[in-house]
């Protein structure tokens, strides 16, 4: 089943207002008031709302109010047959303190009143510890009158005025061509970003959406606990671009009903989408989802077996350690092909005869000095498994009782909320870290990122949409069964190719770039999870083997990823375009980026995402702080100009280009602009001088 986004391009347009947004120009025949009859804000972001409850934000970031946007009606419902519902005569404003799980703070409560009969309340509450980060819900009450069909809901619709200059974007949703988080705006961009299946097994993500130029940016998300099937459109015109967030909710409305909408927030920032991230993942923390802190072993290098591929000999595998070992890489991963399929997960016999075969594998790759972690799939089940012939049951069913199919293994999906389903993925995960020896876990598949509603009546779900809403708590038994059997343990979540689900990043305790189509992809991946959570997260930028060149260790080291690889030796691997083995030529290279790394272990340094925008300074920039150091990495395919190091402390910090070892003279933070010259990259180290002296 393919779940459709909720509106198409059309759609859109009527819900941002129509000929507004399309044009800049105010719709013919309507009505408009412009002056301000109720404020709302804090220090950092004010809302105006005027006579009719049209609403516009104006941020004080740069040192004075600014309107970012227009009034425009923010809060609607479109009844069935498209109608929507606008415009709310004002009546009441008021505000109290309050205090809770975010700290103290002041609520708003803004009401109007439609011709139609129904009242609309915005609540805003603004706090102390998130400046610029208003939570909000609306509600909507039948006041008297016949019913009314509502078909869907729209608030925090908000376009940011254009400045000439151009916009960027961040999408936690997810798509199966894999496309870029991060994404250029110009005129005629559109993108839903459906946050429930936009393929058979490609969806979920995370439920914010965030447009901005260079002077600001603004952002609306929700901040439910558990995931919601709403949609999150960007689109752009020549009046701006526009967030906002919908969600399809049929419900009749009699005389004193109320529609209540998910708790939401919108948001106001500068430079890119990382203090919107950065918040949402503080504030969700202070709601009980935080990812753990990661272990010794996340931060450790990676090589993988897939060089390999599926037909690897444990021959093959095992005459690669003592390379693996010597070049300072920490871990070796069994990849996909140990098993006879996925669902039954029982032991291929052309290379593992037995349970005791796995587990003296295990030992050999302890006795290699290396650390093992075993490949995994969960929720998928091939056709001709013994499991799908003897457990129909498990399976995940669409309305019309159709399987959801897993693309990349031909596989079904299982449902996470189906208590079967978790009782056996549990025993599983037991036998491999209890039983079987592995330190580790690779849990691999863009299917685990998200599932459809469950029908199947088997599983008695109280609504189809349990299954979506407790895919969370599938990981969660997952990740704390592997910890239980070793505390230490690494749990790698890769949802090939999607944009994460955060509701499932509290259960992971390193993440991949996850099949990264650039070194783009590397660094705005890395960036992104970073911010979600939390700025010393093992992030790992994947298979150097997959960014730009095959060889790119700088796009991971300069931002402070886990380096990884799957190169083969002394033999070529196998696979699609397979061009793996370890050259004298490349054994070089990657002997110096490997102990880079281990000399400098940046991704246990604080990356500060805040001071560097990621789409539009030039060149691109990252910063890491490190035992009272910095660190910079810059990147562009060519470069000859000055560059900017900002976040520096007072005093004098001496330079050095620590790829090349090259002495960069000093700075201070009043003179931290320096001239550059480089192709692809430039690594800087910047240690405050002794004395504060150059």
């Not at 999870?529 to 790119?552: F, I, P, Q, T």
Request: aromatic share 10%.
């Amino acid at each position: 089943m393919i779940t459709k986004p909720l509106v198409n391009r059309r759609g859109l347009l009527a819900l941002f207002g129509g000929t507004v947004l399309a044009t800049g120009a105010l719709g013919a025949g309507r009505t408009w008031a412009a002056a301000a009859v109720a404020r709302a804000g804090d220090s950092v972001l004010t809302l105006e709302f005027d006579a009719a409850l049209n609403s516009r934000l104006i941020s004080s970031l740069a040192g004075q109010a600014a309107p970012l946007t227009d009034f425009a009606p923010s809060e609607t419902v479109t009844l069935k047959g498209g109608r929507v519902i606008d415009r709310f005569l004002f009546a009441e404003h008021r505000q109290a303190p309050v205090s809770d799980i975010h700290g103290p703070g002041v609520r708003h409560l803004v009401r109007g009143v439609s011709a139609e009969g129904l009242e609309k309340t915005v609540s805003l509450t603004f706090y102390a510890r998130y400046p610029g980060f208003p939570l909000m819900t609306v509600s909507w009450r039948r006041t008297g009158g016949g019913p009314l069909d509502v078909e869907r809901y729209r608030i925090g619709a908000h376009t940011l005025k254009s400045s000439g200059a151009g916009f960027w974007s961040w999408s936690g949703s997810t798509h199966p061509d894999r496309r870029d988080w991060v994404q250029p705006v110009k005129e005629g961009f559109e993108q839903a970003n459906f946050m429930g299946m936009n393929a058979s097994d490609y969806g979920s993500g995370t439920p914010v959406a965030d447009v901005w130029r260079p002077d600001a940016g603004l952002a609306v998300g929700h901040v439910e606990r558990t995931p919601k099937l709403v949609s999150l459109p960007i689109i752009a015109s020549s009046a701006g671009a526009s967030v906002a967030l919908e969600e399809a909710r049929a419900v009749t409305l009699k005389s004193g009903d109320t529609l209540v909408s998910l708790e939401t927030f919108v948001a106001v920032h500068q430079r890119d989408y990382y203090a919107t991230l950065d918040a949402y993942r503080r504030l969700m923390a202070d709601r009980g989802l935080a990812a753990p802190k990661a272990p010794e072993g996340a931060y450790e290098p990676i090589w993988c077996a897939w060089g390999y591929d599926r037909d690897f000999t444990v021959a093959e595998v095992e005459g690669t350690y003592g390379k693996v070992k010597e070049l300072g890489f920490k871990w070796a991963v069994l990849d996909d092909g140990w098993q006879t399929n996925e669902g039954d997960w029982a032991l291929d016999p052309r290379k593992f005869r037995s349970e005791a075969d796995m587990v003296a594998f295990v030992r050999t790759i302890r006795a290699a000095g290396l650390k093992p972690k075993l490949w995994l799939a969960p929720l998928a089940v091939d056709p001709g498994s013994d499991l799908l012939h003897d457990h129909t049951d498990m399976l995940l069913l669409d309305a019309d009782g159709a399987v959801q199919n897993v693309t990349w293994w031909n596989a079904f999906y299982l449902c996470p909320a189906y208590p079967p389903t978790r009782d056996y993925t549990q025993k599983l995960v037991r036998k491999i870290i209890g039983e079987w020896g592995y330190e580790g876990l690779k849990l691999d598949g863009q299917h685990m990122n998200g599932v459809a509603p469950c029908h199947n009546p088997a599983h008695n779900h109280a609504r189809p949409e349990e299954s979506v809403e407790r895919l969370q708590d599938f990981w969660k038994l997952v990740y704390d069964t592997a910890r239980e059997a070793n505390p230490e343990a690494v749990v790698e979540f890769c949802p090939c190719g999607t944009s994460y689900a955060f509701h499932n990043l509290p259960y992971t305790n390193q993440v991949p770039a996850s099949d990264p189509l650039s070194s783009w992809q590397v660094r705005l991946k890395g960036k992104s999870l970073k911010a979600l959570m939390g700025r010393d997260a093992a992030y790992a930028g994947d298979h150097v083997e997959l960014s730009d060149g095959g060889d790119d260790f700088a796009s991971s080291v300069g931002i402070g990823a886990v380096i990884s690889t799957k190169f083969t030796w002394p033999n070529e691997g196998r696979g699609k375009d397979a061009n793996f083995r370890l050259t004298p030529e490349r054994e070089a290279v990657w002997r110096k980026w490997a102990d880079l790394y281990s000399a400098k272990m940046l991704p246990k340094g604080q990356y500060r995402g805040e001071l560097y925008d990621i789409g539009f300074d030039r060149p691109e920039a990252h910063a890491i702080e490190k035992d009272g150091q910095l660190y910079y990495a810059f990147y562009a395919p060519r470069w000859d100009g000055p560059v900017e190091l900002r976040g520096l402390g007072e005093g004098v910090y001496r330079l050095t280009d620590y790829y090349n070892g090259r002495d960069l003279g000093s700075v201070t933070a009043k003179t931290a602009r320096i001239p550059a010259k480089f192709e692809k990259f430039l690594l800087i180290e910047a240690v405050p001088a002794k004395g504060g002296r150059a």
